[in-house]
């Protein structure tokens, strides 16, 4: 390239000095070069001696060798903005110059905008200077004299000149001493600009090395997103999954290396190469905000973790960027590359509710992610772009955008392949075809369940409170952390797996007797007032297997507790239920249940009530009801007598051990709750608790007097009724810890010999009410029921409980709201036999479909028989035809009344009967040898 040639726009100005090569614009003797400082405008200027200049560069020639002292100048004609070199003419002696740093005004041109040429000074000979003024209007630029060897100065000052040697002669205008101080003073103003500049470009380089310095790496397992928590029945199928968001953890190993790679390639194919920022696609996102262009996300799948991980980096600002490239290359520093996909894939939405690999493999293909094909991984990693429509795209779910959903697909699998992550050695072929196994879109699109508002809402609450019982959870929002969340929050952001003790089965054949929704059950059709709720429990256990409180667990729970601003409810009167508890407690006491008690009704002094048998004065049995007699008959005035004898507070105390945890009184309104578990029985007994609690007037809950029955059932053994059989907790590398559960050891709390005679009376009770058990299954059972109000014989309440070795249940009927008389569709009043012994009976068969038949322990016949307030029965009549008043020697007259096998003349008549000693009676002939001395007693009555 010419860079003398004037028509180069880049070139700069060249000036040779004397002696030049003439190809450059020097003269036939020089090969001197000097270059011209930069003009005030962009370009520079070519200029030539006295010609117009075009592009920018101002070829200078040179001039005619001047006298010794007498002034050199150049001459520059027209020329555009730029640069220009003047050369100093050669002083005697054949010494070439070299133009320095002084400036020429150049004014505005037809060719372009006014320019500075600058011209250097010029050592002639020795040390002269050449100094350039301002270029006169019309093109022309004075250049200053030159000394010339052996001067102080240029110009007339020097020898021969009019000031004398070595006087420094003025020059011409570029020895002004304004141009000067104007010169010095854009100098220092070039100076600060620039010392600005490297400051600002410090502070920046500062800012940026103090926030990287400064800023933390908040851990992955310090930031755990929310989790969903699945609850599930004890066979492991899923009853729910609640939570903030529909995420559960995956541990990359149980990741299949091709859905990583999928992800990769749609998101960051240079994932594995890079360190984890992407500096051209910050930069790209920056100019987009400024400009106000679309949104850019970040760019790597490190930066994107750092996003979606780290709440204060949800705003598109600079400061956000910056922070987000620096954690992203920390976190790169930090955790290897499948460390890093890793969090990725467990916090990043793929749509229809999914957050995090595992929801999307079980929303969009309802499987694990370990079980999804290369195809299937491709449309997961094709939806993470955007899973969801937005105002100017319609997103990438395929229910929603096929079309588009397929480009997007090909091009993760086509990034796969690029990659050589399929369809190279050791690696699977690529899909040909979009998968056929995605699932619809479903109707409820949080990928979670609407638990409150069905059954097993209530199911779901009691999951709750056993999270505080145990202390996997925290009240105090200070104390709280990841391991240990606020309970208010342990479900919906804990990540808890939660195996319930629910066997899913009882738990259908509970609703299909109780739940009035479902066709055919015992409910359906009846009057809309009527409620139902049923609790089931393994004895052994205390686990609770079914559970039915109502259909919505927002809101009454009619099986259980409810906490109304303060206020508790849920009780219901257990009527004669209630007497198991009554009867464990005589025995404890000591009284048999051969011992008798009065039966009639009467008005207990100083009292202003009647007790009396469900409305009737007199029984069959009269003063002298037995014990057992009573319990099967439900006979309440023997159990008032026993509770005046024992002391209320002792069957407060036996239903306590059972099993039950609240009791309500029912003279204050609303029914003031009583947490038994927490008071001592004397201070609740007989004040407010009466005597009438023996046979139940005081309300208690379905799940504690079914847990009260299951302790009966487990021969006096307790376990506190539970729903949590498993508690796991999910930390973000995936792994499962199994945290502590509910104790499994039982306690001894009624004696078993005790429990043992209750339920000798208890298993004769299907008998009698006509509810036994399919297949002669052995079952102990007892009704309840509890009258309306004062003024109408009509039921409130009515109840059913009962239990096998395997499973104790309780049954309750009622009324959904206000209090009312519960009677059938056909007007009948409903009592402990009707509806509540039909849903017992129904569901206890159909639970218990296929399982062992076992027996109960026999009784132990504890206690004393003359114990109780009734009076003896009178001896029974002498048989017709005896003599003596007395009976004794006619017991067994007549020979066929002998009994034993010496009876009916088996022996002939051998042995006499009567008292030995004294000749037969009457009769035929002898009698049987089996009499006795005395009068035998009555047959053991049955009822």
């Not at 990659?419 to 690696?427: R, T």
């Not at 990928?447 to 209530?458: E, I, Q």
């Not at 200070?478 to 342990?490: E, F, V």
């Not at 009454?556 to 007497?579: E, L, R």
């Amino acid at each position: 390239m010419n860079y003398g040639d004037p028509s180069s726009s880049r070139g700069r100005a060249q000036i040779p000095g004397p002696g030049g090569d003439p190809d450059y614009g020097g003269g036939p003797h020089g090969n001197g070069w000097s270059s011209g400082s930069e003009g005030g405008a962009s370009a520079r200027a070519s200029v030539t001696p006295r010609g117009s200049a075009s592009g920018g560069r101002a070829s200078v020639g040179g001039a005619a060798p001047a006298p010794r002292g007498a002034s050199a100048s150049a001459s520059m004609g027209q020329a555009g903005a730029g640069r220009a070199s003047v050369p100093v003419s050669p002083a005697p002696g054949g010494a070439s110059g070299r133009a320095g740093s002084g400036r020429a005004s150049v004014p505005v041109s037809p060719a372009g905008p006014a320019g500075r040429a600058s011209v250097g000074a010029a050592s002639v000979g020795t040390a002269g200077r050449a100094s350039v003024g301002s270029a006169s209007v019309g093109g022309r630029a004075t250049v200053a004299r030159a000394g010339v060897p052996g001067m102080a100065g240029g110009g007339p000052g020097g020898p021969g000149g009019p000031t004398g040697p070595g006087r420094g002669g003025r020059g011409g205008h570029g020895d002004d001493p304004g141009a000067r101080a104007r010169a010095k003073k854009r100098r220092r103003i070039n100076m600060l600009i620039a010392g600005f500049a490297v400051f600002i470009m410090l502070a920046g380089i500062g800012v940026v090395g103090f926030t990287y310095y400064s800023t933390n790496v908040i851990l992955p397992q310090d930031t755990p997103p929310p989790l969903a928590t699945t609850i599930l029945y004890s066979n492991g199928s899923q009853m729910a999954r609640v939570g903030a968001e529909n995420r559960t953890f995956v541990n990359i190993k149980d990741v299949p290396e091709y859905v990583q790679n999928a992800v990769a390639a749609a998101e960051d194919r240079n994932f594995y190469r890079h360190s984890g920022v992407d500096y051209k696609g910050i930069a790209r996102a920056a100019w987009n905000n400024l400009t106000g262009g679309d949104k850019q996300g970040a760019s790597t799948i490190t930066q994107q973790y750092a996003r979606n991980a780290f709440d204060n980096l949800n705003q598109d600002t600079y400061a956000r960027k910056v922070k987000e490239a620096i954690l992203a290359s920390k976190l790169n520093d930090r955790y290897s590359k499948p460390e890093i996909m890793q969090h990725y894939l467990n916090v990043i939405y793929f749509g229809r509710g999914a957050y995090g690999i595992q929801a999307a493999a079980q929303t969009y293909f309802g499987k694990d992610v370990s079980k999804l094909t290369v195809a299937e991984a491709a449309v997961l990693a094709a939806l993470i772009k955007q899973p969801e429509p937005s105002a100017t795209h319609q997103g990438y779910d395929p229910a929603i955008n096929p079309q588009a959903a397929l480009d997007r697909w090909n091009y993760v699998v086509q990034g796969m392949i690029t990659e050589k992550w399929l369809d190279a050695p050791g690696k699977q072929p690529h899909p040909t075809e979009y998968p056929k196994t995605l699932k619809p879109m479903p109707k409820n699109t949080s990928g979670l369940t609407n638990v409150g508002k069905t059954p097993n809402g209530n199911i779901v609450n009691y999951v709750k409170s056993e999270l505080r019982d145990l202390k996997l959870c925290t009240d105090d929002e200070a104390a709280a952390t990841p391991d240990k969340p606020l309970c208010s929050q342990a479900l919906s952001k804990g990540g808890y797996r939660i195996t319930t003790t629910i066997d899913p089965k009882m738990q259908e054949a509970a609703l299909e007797a109780a739940q009035r929704a479902k066709k055919g059950s015992e409910l359906d059709g009846q009057p809309s007032n009527l409620m139902a709720a049923l609790v089931s429990i393994d004895p052994q256990s205390g686990e609770v297997r079914a559970y039915y409180g109502g259909d919505d667990g927002t809101g009454t729970d009619y099986a259980g507790k409810n906490n109304d601003n303060g206020v508790i409810s849920g009780g219901h009167s257990p009527g004669s239920s209630f007497k198991i508890y009554t009867l464990a407690a005589a025995l404890n006491a000591g009284i048999s249940l051969k011992s008798r008690w009065k039966g009639s009704a009467f008005t207990p002094k100083d009292m202003e009530f009647k007790v009396s048998n469900a409305g009737a004065d007199k029984v069959t049995c009269g003063d002298s009801c037995t014990l057992e007699e009573s319990t099967l008959k439900s006979l309440n005035v023997p159990f008032y007598y026993i509770t005046e004898q024992i002391g209320p507070d002792k069957v407060v105390d036996m239903a306590k051990k059972a099993g039950v945890t609240m009791m309500w009184q029912t003279d204050t309104n609303p029914a003031k709750a009583h947490d038994l578990t927490k008071a001592d029985p004397k201070d609740v007994a007989p004040d407010p608790f009466f005597h009438v609690v023996g046979y139940g007037q005081y309300p208690i809950t379905v799940l504690d007097h079914a847990n009260g029955v299951a302790t009966f059932a487990n021969q006096g053994v307790y376990h506190k009724a539970h729903f949590i059989k498993k508690v796991e907790k999910q930390d973000q590398t995936g792994k499962w810890r199994i945290l502590p559960g509910p104790s499994k050891k039982g306690v001894q709390r009624i004696p078993k010999d005790v429990v043992a005679d209750v339920t000798s009376v208890l298993e004769q009770y299907p008998g009698k009410v006509n509810r036994r058990l399919d297949d002669g299954r052995k079952a102990a059972e007892k009704t309840g029921t509890w009258e309306l109000n004062s003024k109408t014989t009509a039921n409130g309440d009515a109840w059913m409980i009962g239990y096998t070795p395997q499973l104790a249940t309780a049954v309750w009927v009622g009324n959904v709201k206000d209090r009312k008389a519960i009677k059938t569709k056909g007007g009948a009043n409903i009592s402990g036999k009707g509806m509540p012994g039909a849903i017992f009976q129904r569901f206890m068969n159909d639970a218990l479909k296929g399982k062992e038949k076992k027996d109960f322990p026999p009784a132990e016949h504890v206690g004393k028989d003359d114990t109780g307030n009734g009076e003896a029965p009178p001896p029974p009549p002498p048989p017709a035809g005896c003599d003596n008043p007395l009976g004794v020697f006619c017991q067994d007259n007549g020979g066929n009344n002998g009994g034993g096998n010496n009876g009916g003349g088996n022996n002939g008549g051998g042995n006499p009967g009567g008292f030995p000693g004294f000749p037969p009676g009457p009769g035929n002939g002898g009698g049987g040898g089996g009499g006795g001395i005395l009068p035998s007693t009555p047959p053991r009555q049955t009822y």
